[in-house]
């Protein structure tokens, strides 16, 4: 067809548009008649890249056809682009309706809003097809091609104007923008359009509602019979303007959302960018970026859907199916991200199983290798069925089916109610108004309810989300509302303390003030106001959440008293004037401080707690959005629908989760490994000699670290970081050597760890010996003894002992004889040794009548609960001291008294009555290390026999360990 002369079935279309304006006279008639026969023109040949679809023309094929581009995504000489076309018609329409010098009569008033109407129609279908495929090029970076036929659209070689790039102009390197970047280019001109008509026409109205396409009336039509288009035999079906303006925003929000994730992935993608090296302007630079283009967007999109809020009817029969009210998911994620990038919350899993033990590290390798197969498999179908032909009516429906019944499984997991199937009451499985009105009344009563009855209520564990979530919020909010007793309730102990010693104790005495201790604890009181509020409100019918721990300086405080560091150093230092009372005082004092430091610590998890509500709730919100959409368009329409493109097919969703899980135990995988190694995974790594060398090999390129494995989209280059960390795990075994030694020590608790050694130095004779002196060594065993009875625990505790120390490297062993003149290790490595782990462990209680039993041993407990550090290869230079690979337990383990799920907790029947003990036989699979600063050995009293603890003059524990390069790992 050509773009300059019309065939003549479009000249007789206009020929008879012409008598419609014979009403008119002279010079009006001819104009009218000329610029609405140019208008319809234009209409005509903007929309005749519908032409063939679905039949015999793909969904690529038909947005080529609209952009104007050839198979190789280049313009085609001399071809002119719809969208000029339609824009020309809606121009021209306009034009009719609002000149008073035309004076066209009502009917042809009528036909150019017609005209205008299905121009902006078309317009706005083509802008959506066309975004839709770079929408779906960059969000799914896993579908490059489709099967049989290219896909690449003109332009895409360079970004976009506007696009987001660094400050050579190119694409920021691991954040794949681009697409995104056309993507929402395409939909905002789209918008752009249809506001800039509404602001022009002489009415400004769109149509959203079409009652003659009931139950679907979002749905219009053209090539009616009362205006035929002649490049169609049969009259089409079209989504309304409204319909396709709320779509459009929709996309437009996930574009915008995509680019902010994007840019908050990427800007962790390179090592260049970390902290300290080349490039690290740009991770904030790239961090600044997203939160401006999701500030700028979100609110772009906000301000688009106000004018579309007001022209609509209200609610479901209005904004509501032309989903216009989705805009406020768009806002609640971007909010949800922002929060994030401006916590400096870094877009990585947290490895919370820390096991590193070589059986488990090869369950890794296997879990990984399977959902290798199942993602490449998954991807061979989502390829597949991605810019499909129509199969069959009946076909599509039933995807769509069983795409709904995937939502409202999603639905269901997150907030715990089922909407239920069609006809049912009272929900209607979300295919009613009053259903989904029901439903989320169910959702707030729910949410009220579980405010309402506290962390008691069962609905808080029936295993949704919503209840998980909530439950985090409330307990935060127990935590600290107690903290904050505590800390009101501190003046009033230290005014009892006061009236027992009957004097004034001054805390603070100077030449310029006189601060009481009383005085000074009510005034931390006043300068760390502590606030909670959890409540449920209607109207709005929502909840409402406030966790805040604040700070304001009083006259009372000096500047010491204002950091969390200094000012428990100073108050540590106070002269209390009362001798009497002065230690219970400080002791009050401190605990009011650590009350204060233990407040803010909750409130910081409550406010985390807060924003994955929020989060949690623009879930369920597009979920809902997502399955009454389905149903109401996928269900019959989006078969024959090119602008219903967008939303995912099963095999997509399968395959989208199967990479998912993909890639997270692919990072799993590389934490676990470089805990083993105990050395973090790097392209370039370290040879040998020190010197930096790349994995090889362009595969290995984009995989500068753990953390790259996140901007993996194919299944292709899953398999590529795997073979990574293969290659990396090879090379490390050619590049560490040394520390293959086997490790003994005898620890005593008593002499190595506490300090009452029976060992001194001889002077004189240069060497350590035992101490001749046998009362003093009898005064050192009842001090271990009256230890022992300090860490007695009370009555009501599970556990008879509790008793914390440390094993660290370096540590010194006080147990030494023999013609040494220093003390040697507490476990005897080399400052060759690196990567030691335990790979045996007992214990041997010593004293007299400790307990009786046929085993002669006792249960204990003995956890790693502090910070454990694994010596790094450092065999390179002598000189330099050794780094550490350290982990902070507690952040990942609950206390050793509250539970017993810690990998690093070892249960030994340690001997009595000269028993040595059993080893235990966990140690082997996990293999930790030696290495912590706070080990909790604890003594239950259900598990055990009566123990005379007093008795007690030692605990030794038998270390044995190896250090050096793991064992092969089969890959």
């Known amino acids: 067809m050509s773009p300059t002369r019309p065939p003549l079935r479009i000249v007789a279309t206009l020929l008879a548009l012409a008598i419609l304006v014979s009403a008119n006279s002279g010079r009006a008639q001819s104009q009218v008649a000329t610029e609405l026969s140019a208008a ?147 939909f905002q001109e789209g918008i752009s359009a249809a506001l800039d008509f509404m602001a ?109 809020a007001a022209t609509l009817n209200e609610g479901d029969q209005g904004y509501g199916k032309c989903r216009v009210d989705q805009v406020r998911v768009s806002a609640a994620t971007a909010v949800a991200f922002i929060d994030r990038i401006r916590r400096g919350e870094a877009p990585k899993l947290d490895n919370l199983g820390l096991n590193s033990s070589s059986s488990d590290i090869a369950g890794e390798i296997s879990l990984v290798h399977q959902l290798k197969g199942a993602a490449a498999a998954k991807y061979a179908l989502a390829e597949a069925a991605l810019w499909r032909k129509k199969d069959s009516q009946n076909q599509v429906i039933a995807e769509a089916q069983s795409l709904r019944l995937g939502l409202t499984e999603q639905l269901t997991s997150a907030t715990g109610i089922n909407p239920g199937p069609d006809g049912v009451a009272p929900y209607f499985g979300l295919s009613t108004g009053i259903g989904r009105s029901n439903y989320r009344a169910a959702l707030n009563s729910k949410i009220e309810r579980m405010i309402h009855e506290g962390v008691s209520s069962s609905l808080l564990t029936d295993g949704s989300e919503l209840g998980s979530t909530l439950l985090q919020i409330l307990r935060a909010k127990s935590d600290i509302d107690g903290a904050q007793h505590r800390i009101e309730n501190i003046p009033a102990q230290i005014s009892v303390e006061e009236a027992r010693s009957g004097g004034v104790n001054l805390a603070i005495d100077t030449t310029t003030r006189k601060v009481t201790s009383a005085q000074l604890s009510i005034a931390l009181v006043q300068a760390f106001p502590i606030s909670t509020s959890v409540g449920f409100s209607c109207p709005p019918c929502a909840p409402s959440f406030s966790m805040s721990a604040g700070f304001t300086p009083t006259p009372l405080l000096a500047d010491i008293f204002q950091e969390d560091i200094t000012r428990a150093q100073a108050i540590q230092q106070l002269s209390i004037n009362n001798a009497n009372s002065a230690a219970t005082i400080k002791n009050l004092l401190l605990q009011q401080n650590q009350f204060i430091l233990d407040a803010k610590a909750s409130v910081v998890q409550g406010q985390l707690a807060i924003a994955s509500f929020h989060a949690l709730q623009a879930k369920i919100d597009r979920l809902m959005e997502n399955h009454i959409y389905v149903q109401d368009s996928n269900g019959q329409k989006w078969y024959s629908d090119p602008a219903i ?25 590389s934490q676990k490994l470089a805990v083993r190694w105990s050395e973090s995974f790097e392209n370039p790594y370290l040879r040998l000699d020190g010197v930096a060398e790349t994995l090889g090999g362009g595969l290995y390129d984009d995989f500068t670290q753990a953390e790259s494995v996140f901007n993996v989209y194919r299944a292709s280059e899953g398999d590529n970081f795997l073979n990574a960390l293969q290659e990396w795990d090879l090379r490390l075994r050619n590049a560490r050597q040394g520390g293959q030694a086997d490790v003994q020590a005898r620890v005593s608790l008593r002499q190595d760890i506490f300090g009452f050694t029976d060992v001194v130095y001889n002077a004189a004779a240069q060497r350590f010996e035992t101490n001749p002196d046998a009362s003093a060594r009898e005064l050192n065993k009842r001090r271990f003894r009256a230890l022992v009875l300090r860490a007695q625990q009370p009555p009501a505790s599970p556990y008879l002992l509790r008793l914390e120390f440390p094993i660290t490297y370096g540590q010194l062993s006080r147990i030494v004889t023999g013609n040494l003149v220093a003390q040697p290790p507490l476990l005897p490595v080399s400052r060759s040794d690196w990567n030691i782990r335990v790979t045996d462990l007992s214990a041997k209680v010593i004293g007299q009548n400790i307990a009786q039993n046929a085993f002669n041993t006792i249960r204990l407990d003995l956890t790693q609960y502090g910070k454990i550090e694994i010596p790094t290869y450092h065999p390179r230079q002598a000189s330099v001291y050794p780094n550490f690979l350290t982990f902070n337990l507690p952040l990942y383990y609950p206390d050793p008294e509250e539970a017993s799920v810690s990998a690093y907790r070892f249960s030994l029947n340690a001997g009595i009555n000269g028993n040595v003990g059993q080893s235990n036989t966990f140690v082997p699979q996990v293999e930790p290390t030696p290495f912590c600063d706070r080990y909790v050995l604890l003594i239950e009293r259900a598990a055990n026999p009566a123990i005379n603890l007093q008795n007690i003059e030692d605990i030794e524990l038998t270390v044995r360990a190896r250090s050096g390069v793991p064992p092969a790992f089969s890959f």
């Open 645 to 669: 493109i967008f939303e995912q097919e099963r095999a997509e969703l399968d395959y989208t989760a199967a990479l998912t899980e993909y890639v997270r135990e692919l990072y799993v995988l």
């Open 40 to 186: 319809t023109n234009a209409l005509f040949f903007g929309r005749d890249y519908l032409v063939g679809f679905p039949e015999q023309k793909t969904r690529n094929g038909l947005r080529k056809d609209y952009l104007g581009v050839d198979e190789n995504g280049d313009p085609r000489p001399g071809y002119k682009p719809k969208i000029d076309y339609l824009r020309e018609a809606i121009d021209r329409a306009v034009n009719v309706r609002l000149d008073p010098g035309i004076g066209a009569s009502p009917d042809v008033n009528l036909l150019a809003r017609t005209v205008a109407w299905e121009a902006l129609e078309a317009l706005l279908q083509g802008q959506l097809v066309t975004g839709n495929g770079n929408l779906l090029k960059g969000l799914r970076v896993a579908f490059p091609t489709a099967v049989g036929e290219g896909e690449k659209p003109g332009g895409d070689n360079a970004a976009p104007v506007g696009c987001p790039v660094n400050s050579s102009g190119q694409e920021y390197l691991g954040a794949n923008l681009k697409d995104l970047c056309y993507a929402k280019s395409y």
């Open 200 to 308: 022009r026409d002489a009415t400004g109205e769109i149509r959203y509602f079409e009652p003659l396409n009931s139950p679907f009336e979002q749905y219009t039509f053209f090539s009616a019979p009362g205006f035929r288009d002649p490049n169609f035999t049969n009259q089409m079906n079209i989504q309304t303007t409204g319909y396709l303006l709320g779509n459009i925003l929709d996309r437009y929000g996930k574009a915008v959302i995509g680019m902010g994730d994007r840019l908050w992935r990427g800007a962790y993608f390179l090592r260049e960018r970390s902290p300290g090296q080349p490039r690290a302007a740009e991770r904030q630079e790239m961090l600044d970026k997203a939160v401006a283009e999701m500030q700028r967007g979100v609110h772009a999109q906000f301000m688009a859907a106000l004018p579309l």
